[in-house]
T-cell receptor
C-alpha cells in the first residue's frame, strides 16, 4: 500500500530564508508525486508534479522538488520565502493506475508554513 | 478555461438528515474524484467517477455515495448524517483519468449539528 509521511506539521521561516518541506513516500510501483498548496478556506492548488523523466521538478511561485528514489523522498524547496507563501502544503502520491491499483491520490498530513517578517 | 466549481460552498445540517453536494469539472475532463478533509484524518479519498462509472472507491461507509452525469458533472450524497461527517468536501477533475493531474475545486464546507 502507498503512504506519504510529511516530517513536521508546522515549519516557521523568516522572510527571505530557505524553505524546505520534507516528504517521504512508500510505493510498490514507480510513483507519481505531487505537491499541493492550500490557502485558508480554499481548495488545493497544484505546485508541481513528478511522473517520469527529470528528477528535479520546477513548479509555480519559485518552488521546486527533487525525486530521490534511493531515499524515497520528494522534498519541496524554495530559495527565498515570501510572506505570501504562508499556507498549508500537502505531498501526495499516486500509482497512476499501474499495477492494477487505484490511482487515487494518497496525501500526507500536511505541513503548515509560517513566514515571519 | 473555468476551473472546478462546487456548490454550495457552505452547508449546515442536523444529524440524521441527508445532503447532496455538486461538482462541475473543468470542461473536457471526464474524471471526477471526491475527497474528505478533516483536521483529524486529513485528506481522504472517497471515490472516483469516470465516464459515468464509479472506478475507484475509498474506505467509507455506504452512507456515502455518488454519481456522474453524461456531462461529467458529479454529485455526492451523504445519508443519515453524523457529527463526524462535518468536513470540507473537495472535488477534483482530471482529463483521461487518475493518471492525469487532478485539479481541485474550492470545496463545500459541511457542518453537522
Amino acid at each position: 500500500a502507498q503512504s506519504v509521511t510529511q516530517l513536521g506539521s508546522h515549519v516557521s521561516v523568516s522572510e527571505g530564508a530557505l524553505v524546505l518541506l520534507r516528504c517521504n513516500y512508500s510505493s510498490s510501483v514507480p510513483p507519481y508525486l505531487f505537491w499541493y498548496v492550500q490557502y485558508p478556506n480554499q481548495g488545493l492548488q497544484l505546485l508541481l508534479k513528478y511522473t517520469t523523466g527529470a528528477t528535479l521538478v520546477k513548479g509555480i511561485n519559485g518552488f521546486e522538488a527533487e525525486f530521490k528514489k534511493s531515499e524515497t523522498s520528494f522534498h519541496l524547496t524554495k530559495p527565498s520565502a515570501h510572506m505570501s507563501d504562508a499556507a498549508e502544503y500537502f505531498c501526495a502520491v499516486s500509482d497512476g493506475l499501474r499495477g492494477g491499483s487505484q490511482g487515487n491520490l494518497i496525501f500526507g498530513k500536511g505541513t503548515k508554513l509560517s513566514v515571519k517578517p | 478555461k473555468a476551473g472546478v466549481t462546487q456548490t454550495p460552498r457552505y452547508l449546515i445540517k442536523t444529524r440524521g438528515q441527508q445532503v447532496t453536494l455538486s461538482c462541475s469539472p473543468i470542461s473536457g475532463h471526464r474524471s471526477v474524484s471526491w475527497y474528505q478533509q478533516t483536521p483529524g484524518q486529513g485528506l481522504q479519498f472517497l471515490f472516483e467517477y469516470f465516464s459515468e462509472t464509479q472506478r475507484n472507491k475509498g474506505n467509507f461507509p455506504g452512507r456515502f455515495s455518488g454519481r456522474q452525469f453524461s456531462n461529467s458533472r458529479s454529485e455526492m450524497n451523504v445519508s443519515t448524517l453524523e457529527l463526524g461527517d462535518s468536513a470540507l468536501y473537495l472535488c477534483a477533475s482530471s482529463g483521461q483519468g487518475s493518471t492525469d493531474t487532478q485539479y481541485f475545486g474550492p470545496g463545500t464546507r459541511l457542518t453537522v449539528l
